[in-house]
Each structure stands twice: as structure tokens, then as C-alpha cells.
């Protein structure tokens, strides 16, 4: 059976559809009664405005007195359930018995209020008249609207369904992000005491030299890290601006370490300081640029950090002056921070988000690209992109 009305607010709905129903009958009544009125009028027999209107408004107004019976009918006799024979045997019937009776109806009416001593000197003979001109047309109405009533079914249909699959979706996008934030949580968790243990190794290699003003130093500027990384525990993405601030306080903690061997240059364009990344993306980068590459040479050596725009991406080069992928013993084996952000950039933007080794002759430079989104972007984050 087709609701008429929705179980929720059915009050409203109902107050709603007969007021929509009486201003259909009032429109439609008043544009037969302006054709009434042109047709008299250059007819050559004009005749006043409240005569056409007192003679094809009732006729309407009852038509939407009717259209519960229709509903009703419809209800019981639903044309687009098998077998459609049946409903035909109920509506076939019914629309010449509704015809008939709004017919029959309204000749009440308008014969003593219009017709008499008129074209029509009997109501018996304004019957004849009515039926032989608007039976057909009376048939028609109803099927019009059992017609239109299924229109109005199958729109709300299609409007339920869709707000459905809208909240369906949305309901996969919270579970998809859970999901995310989920396995980013633990990526992080797995870089986190990774870079906590290397600094730690670090302070104790500056204790057992005997430099214990240099460690105090350290670990001052280690507990500042640490602020920094818990109170973006949270942040699936941050600015550019803030990673590079975050990789400043790191790269104080190297300086320490390195002296004069360790020297860092930033080539970050102004286009892309408020772009977004992945927390902790640089960091772990530059720390394998650092021991695999500055720290692998007898003197000085160097880590520059590139951000530029390449067209709708973003790009982030990590370049040291190390001896190079090329000049080493055992085959190259990705660490954790290498795999790490990758798994971060797959999880954030799937196929749009890369980290690989760029070939070079000297050195070795790690790139990272990912789609270019700026601060406030609905889709700074693009999961499954």
C-alpha cells in the first residue's frame, strides 16, 4: 500500500496537502473562467466576471473534493503492483463512476443558480447536455489525477532515497575518517618513540664525552619537541609554516650535536607556507639525511629542505651532501621513516600523495608530493581522493 502521508508529522502534512490541493482547484478554476470569459466576450455576448467565475470555480472545488476518493482508490488498487488487470477492473469503473457523479453533483448547483430559464428549460435536459459534451473530459480528470498522484509518491520516493544514500554516505565518510585518524594515531605512535630514542642515544653519547652542558641543552630543547608533537596529537594536517617551525626546534637539537659539521638551508616558497601536510612529514626525512648522509662524512656537510609549487601540488625535496645511494655497500633499505610517511601519504591522499628517491650524481634527495591545499580548504585532507 502507498502512504498517502508520512507516519512523522502527519497533521501538518495533511493541513499542508489540502491547502496545496484548494490552491490548485482556485488556480486552475480562475484560468477556465478567464477562457470563459474571453470566449463570451469576443463571442459577441459578454457577460460579467462573477458569472464566469461562480460557473467554473465549483466545478473545480468539487474535482478537489473528489481527489480523496481517487487516493482512496489508489490505495486499494495500486496500478503499479501485479496483477495490473486488477487494478485496472477497480479504476476503469470507478473513473466513469466518479465522472458521473461530479457530474451530477455540480448540475445541482448550477442548474438553479445559472441555467434556468436558460439553454437548458429542464434540469433533465441540462443533464443530457453535460453528459454528451463532458463525460469524456470527466474521465480524463480522473485519471489525471491518479496520474499525478503517483508523480507526487514517486518524487517523495525518490527524495527519501536520496536523502538516504546522502546519509549513508555521510556515514561511511565519518567511518572512513575514524578509520584514518585511526592508522595515522598509530603511525605516529611508531615514529614518535623512534625519534625519542634516537635523541635519547644522542644526550647519552654528549654524557659519556663529557660535554653534560651540551645534554642539559639538549634535552631542553627535546622537552620543547615533545610539547610541540602532544599538543598535535591530534592534527591530521597542519600549515607548511608550522612543520617548518616544528623542524627548526629539531634541527637546534642536530646543531648540537653536529657543531660546525651540519649545515641546514631552507628554500621554502611564500606560495606554499600555508599549504597543508602531515604533521611530523619533514622530520623524520631530514633525520635520514642526516645519519645517512651529513653524518656519514669526514667533514661538513650539508641538508637542504625545497618546497615549491609544481602545478596543483605541492612538492617537498629533502637533498643532503652524503656520500649517496650509489656509493654504498649493501642495497638501499627503506627505515622507518621512509616507510612511515609513506604509509601516512597513502592513507591521507591515496594515489595523489608520493615519497621516493630522486636520481642524482652526488647525494641523495628524497621527494615528497601531495595535492596543494591551502588553510581552511573543505578538502584539506582528501581522504580516498
Known sequence: MIPWFPASS?????QRWRLGILAGATLIGLA???????????????????????????????WAAFIPVVVWLVR?????????????????????????????????????????????????????????????????????????????????????????AAQAEARAARLEVGRVEASLNALRMELNPHFLFNALNAVSGLIRNGESEAAVHMLARLGELLRTTLEQRHDLTVTLADELAFLQQYLAIEQIRFRDRLSVVMDVEDDCRDAMVPP???????????RHGVARLPGPG??????????????????????????????????????????????LYRDEGSVGFVPVDRGAIVRVRLPLTRVGA????????
Request: charged letters at 20%.
Open 280 to 290: 611530523l612529514i619533514l622530520q623524520p626525512l631530514v633525520e635520514n639525511a642526516i
Open 32 to 62: 477556465e473562467a478567464s477562457k470563459a470569459y474571453a470566449a463570451y466576450y469576443f463571442g459577441g455576448e459578454p457577460v460579467s466576471v462573477g458569472f464566469v467565475l461562480i460557473e467554473n470555480l465549483p466545478w473545480w472545488y468539487l
Open 378 to 385: 573543505a578538502d584539506a585532507w582528501p581522504v580516498g581522493a
Open 302 to 347: 650539508r641538508v637542504r629542505i625545497v618546497a615549491r609549487r609544481d602545478g596543483e601540488d605541492l612538492v617537498l625535496d629533502i637533498e643532503d651532501s652524503g656520500p649517496g645511494l650509489g656509493q654504498r655497500r649493501a642495497p638501499v633499505r627503506e627505515g622507518v621513516g621512509l616507510s612511515n610517511t609513506r604509509s601516512r601519504l597513502r592513507e
Open 76 to 164: 486499494r488498487a495500486p496500478i503499479d503492483q501485479a496483477p495490473w488487470w486488477r487494478s485496472m477492473a477497480v479504476h476503469l469503473p470507478a473513473s466513469v463512476l466518479v465522472a458521473v457523479s461530479h457530474l451530477f453533483l455540480y448540475s445541482l448547483f448550477h442548474y438553479p443558480a445559472i441555467a434556468r430559464g436558460g439553454a437548458d428549460p429542464t434540469f433533465l435536459a441540462q443533464e443530457q447536455r453535460f453528459f454528451a459534451s463532458f463525460i469524456f473530459y470527466e474521465v480524463l480528470t480522473y485519471w489525471s489525477i491518479l496520474l499525478g498522484y503517483y508523480v507526487v509518491i514517486y518524487y517523495r520516493r525518490y527524495r527519501v532515497s536520496a536523502v538516504e
Open 10 to 14: 502527519e497533521a501538518r502534512h495533511r
